[in-house]
């Protein structure tokens, strides 16, 4: 760092935040560094605040076999510092910015953040460029984060029966892809992660072209070029890496059904959870469509399918929930979720609930249930722009999940062109039940029917 | 080299300013509010508090309030619950209600142009709620659902026992969600009861930010706020304070135990509650170095997180903590906590701490006021604890004039390690209930 950033750093800092509400986040640019790094810059210049993001295209379902957690025990890690940064000190230098950090690990990527004021970007790059090629890992570090994580693992997991069935029933939805991995890892595995598992991980993924940058706030792309330039253009890229080619699934020709029984149970629950296809670059339409129908079925509390049938004109469910999220590098899931209310025995609930999908399947869509849903949807992308963290992490999840930033921008329009036929269509696709994983959750000494 | 320069350096660094330009608005019927104006983005996110809340609940008729909240958007005037829901989405508008133990709060979002429609189906629902009968049975459903979950979880158990044991019979000592047997028992006029208790114009703190000028905010409130009645139900009293130092073991069979310690508080208008507030910042506050993090996660891999918070409620003052721990840890973890809490009482911070945590507070304030709905919230905030309209201008030079003289007699006055009571709900080693 030459000596006049430095004390740019220190003394162009008595700058007031104003809220001048001028233009919102909805300019965004990208390009490429000479080492591979991809960059994406979305400016908000409301207030001079900056979210810095460095994403890496590596997480669960890219472990070695045998070694599940790495990824995200690795994310911890990165904190546990470099020849410049000891151990604990980045994020004190944060804090000591005013700033907030964390990081988090999904099956496909991991990330690391900070939220500083915008004159800060310059020491923010210098120490994620230093930690993303010069991390040093003692055993004794090692050590005591593995106790950390299977602490998180006890609170997270461990101690949640629906949290234990939820990782059974996605063990069981993918028969030969690692999404069926948990990202925290089993117990007996991360229990045996050790220094070199760390070391070899982090010397093949951790590299510039295995990573998004995504900066987002009150700066510029020219500014952001030039800083990016500086701290990040001379990593070394990993030479070789190999394209992201996992295991896929065989054709899935037999309903899985899983019970689990646990005295900390207090509610029973279904969930059913169908294997479903995800958002392909340049062909997002049949996921666009898979959102429409987890809203028509079990977005709205009141309105939706599920909701109306189950908890309105039949008293069957205290709450009923549809969820899809098509952004994933490889095929994804579609899940149905109802919580019977007492007395309703759960195999009288599932039928029930399998009732109303077929119903659903003859009858179609309600249109004007379809235009609110278009309604609220295009309403959203008005909404998203008062929330500039969230446009970052939009575009750092797509972008290491196998779409383009064209892609990203391309997905309000993609929603707004899908029709009832499209959606009556991928339901028929989806709603498969030789694709699906049922799954209750009873109280202990209950009889499962 | 050159970055352990950089953070050694880093404390001389002068924080931003909050300076978001706060206008007081009052509506031509008397409604006053805070409103940031910011054309930028063409909507309204406006935030409505009334003071009292669940702690409003008649004797005998815990969880009315919280019932309601659940019932408000479940039907009114000419619209079922069918019906609402369809006519706010068809505006692309939203609506939250809660009920906490001090406040119901509303929230909302509405686009610039359906602002009309929005505001008038919001007071629809806030004004003339319908509490039709099959509406109050299904939500009611819901909220059993919810307390019979919570008998099951560590974290809720641990709650509720810590505060039956702080508060006892007020209604702080319970959950505002009430009991299954308190809500089995509820009534249609209950529900009416509290509608007409919580919701009045003598308790309500108003904020708005975004793409909305005074004059049309002032309208907007009338509007939506003036058919409320004058006064509502009076507030609970303080709360007397209950806790006995010590341990107190509830069995419960999960791997992991949930932990909840403290004693008694700070209140908000304290002329010291800044000092306090980074004496806690420092003890176990939001960061990474804070003490305890450093002892019981940094150290020691003992837990995945810990944390302290001053809890300054309308009726009563608690510093708080908590964290949760395998079985055979947990012992070990109490005593680290014990040790940290006595330790700062007797020999107070050091300069370095106080600096960065200074430095800390000061600088990621400015960094909450990132939106129009976070700061709409933070503006409701501050009125519902009576500061100022320039307080975000002068937080931080209030903040910047603790001293380490301050904090040590702070710490002195408000830690009491021996006042210490731990709630522990699992199942730990070499733990019981006592001293």
Do not use: C
């Not at chain 2, 709650?159 to 319970?174: E, N, Q, R, T, V």
């Amino acid at each position: 760092m030459p000596p006049t950033l430095l004390r740019n750093l220190f003394y162009e800092m008595a700058v007031g935040l104003t809220w001048v509400g001028m233009a919102s986040a909805d300019t965004v640019s990208d390009f490429t560094l000479a080492n591979g790094m991809e960059v994406v810059v979305i400016e908000d210049h409301r207030a001079p605040v900056v979210t810095h993001m460095v994403w890496y295209r590596v997480g669960a379902a890219d472990e070695p076999l045998g070694h599940s957690g790495i990824a995200h025990f690795f994310e911890h890690l990165m904190f546990k510092g470099t020849p410049s940064v000891g151990p604990g000190e980045f994020s004190a230098a944060v804090e000591a910015q005013g700033g907030s950090d964390n990081a988090f690990t999904s099956w496909d990527y991991t990330a690391y953040f900070q939220r500083v004021a915008a004159d800060r970007l310059a020491l923010m790059m210098t120490m994620e460029a230093d930690r993303m090629r010069n991390l040093v890992l003692s055993d004794d570090l090692v050590a005591t984060e593995r106790e950390v994580i299977l602490a998180e693992r006890g609170q997270r997991i461990d101690t949640d029966p629906g949290a234990l069935l939820s990782e059974q029933a996605r063990a069981a939805q993918f028969l030969n892809h690692p999404y069926g991995v948990p990202i925290i890892g089993w117990r007996h595995e991360i229990a045996a992660l050790n220094r070199a598992d760390a070391q070899a991980f982090y010397q093949t993924y951790y590299a510039p072209n295995d990573a998004v940058l995504v900066v987002a706030g009150d700066v510029t792309p020219d500014g952001v070029r030039a800083l990016a330039e500086a701290h990040y253009g001379p990593l070394q890229p990993t030479p070789g890496l190999a394209p992201r080619a996992r295991p896929t699934e065989p054709p899935q020709l037999a309903e899985r059904r899983l019970v689990m029984a646990d005295a900390r149970v207090a509610q029973p629950v279904i969930t059913r959870d169908y294997l479903a296809p995800e958002r392909n670059p340049g062909d997002q339409a049949n996921a666009a469509a898979l959102t429409f129908l987890a809203e028509l079925l079990g977005g709205n509390p009141t309105t939706s399918v599920l909701a109306r049938a189950l908890q309105f004109d039949a008293q069957k469910a205290v709450y009923t929930g549809a969820f899809y999220d098509g952004t994933a590098l490889d095929a994804s899931t579609f899940g149905l979720v109802l919580v019977p209310l007492p007395g309703v025995a759960l195999a009288e609930a599932e039928a029930a609930m399998d009732a109303v999908i077929a119903q659903f399947l003859k009858d179609g869509i309600d249109p004007q249930a379809f235009a609110r849903i278009k309604t609220q949807l295009r309403a959203n992308e008005i909404y998203a722009r008062d929330n500039v963290d969230g446009l970052a992490r939009r575009y750092g999840e797509a972008l290491t999940s196998g779409l383009t930033v064209a892609d990203v921008q391309a997905w309000p329009e993609v929603l707004q062109a899908v029709t009832p036929e499209d959606v009556m269509a991928a339901a028929a696709e989806v709603l498969d039940r030789r694709q699906a994983v049922t799954a209750w959750l009873v109280q202990d000494g209950e009889v499962a029917q | 080299m050159m970055i352990r320069l950089v953070l050694a350096l880093i404390f001389l660094a002068l924080p931003l300013r909050a300076e978001v330009a706060i206008e007081q608005v009052t509506s031509p019927g008397g409604i006053t509010a805070w409103l940031v104006e910011d054309h930028g983005i063409p909507f309204t996110a406006l935030e409505i508090r009334f003071r009292g809340g669940t702690s409003l609940d008649a004797p005998g008729r815990r969880g009315a309030v919280n019932l309601m909240a659940g019932l408000i958007e479940e039907g009114a005037a000419g619209l079922d619950a069918q019906g609402f829901a369809a006519a706010r989405d068809a505006l692309a508008a939203e609506y939250r209600f809660g009920a906490s133990q001090d406040s119901v709060s509303v929230s909302a979002r509405f686009l610039t142009e359906n602002r009309d429609a929005a505001v008038d189906l919001l007071r629809s629902a806030l004004i003339t709620p319908r509490f039709d009968a099959d509406a109050v049975e299904r939500v009611r459903g819901q909220v059993l659902s919810n307390i019979r979950s919570n008998a099951k979880d560590p974290s809720a158990l641990a709650g509720l026992a810590f505060d039956a044991a702080a508060f006892g019979s007020h209604p702080y000592g319970s959950s505002g969600d009430g009991t299954e047997a308190s809500v089995a028992g509820l009534s249609r006029d209950d529900v009416v009861a509290a509608h007409h208790g919580a919701l009045a114009r003598d308790r309500l703190y108003v904020a708005a930010v975004g793409d909305i000028s005074p004059a049309e905010l002032g309208a907007a409130l009338d509007h939506l706020l003036g058919d409320l009645p004058a006064t509502g139900a009076a507030l609970p009293g303080r709360a007397d304070y209950g806790l006995t130092p010590g341990v107190v073991v509830q069995d419960f069979p999960t791997p992991q135990s949930v932990v909840l310690f403290g004693h008694q508080g700070i209140t908000r208008d304290d002329p010291d509650f800044f000092a306090a507030y980074l004496l806690n910042e420092i003890l176990g506050g939001g960061r990474f170095s804070a003490r305890l993090m450093t002892e019981l996660r940094e150290k020691r891999g003992l837990t995945y997180g810990v944390s302290t918070f001053l809890v300054p409620m309308d009726q009563a003052e608690l510093v708080m903590g908590q964290f949760a721990a395998d079985n055979d840890k947990v012992a070990q973890a109490t005593l680290l906590v014990r040790e940290s809490w006595a330790a700062l009482a007797r020999d107070g911070v050091t300069a370095e701490e106080l600096a960065a945590a200074k430095t800390y507070a000061t600088g990621s304030y400015p960094l909450r006021f990132d939106g129009n709905g976070p700061i709409a919230r933070i503006l409701v905030g501050m009125q519902i604890q009576h500061l100022p309209i320039d307080y975000a201008a002068t937080r931080n030079a209030r903040i910047n004039a603790v001293t380490l003289a301050d904090i040590k007699r702070v710490a002195a006055r408000l830690l009491q390690p021996e006042a210490l009571h731990f709630t522990v709900v699992g199942q730990p080693v070499g733990l019981v209930s006592g001293n």
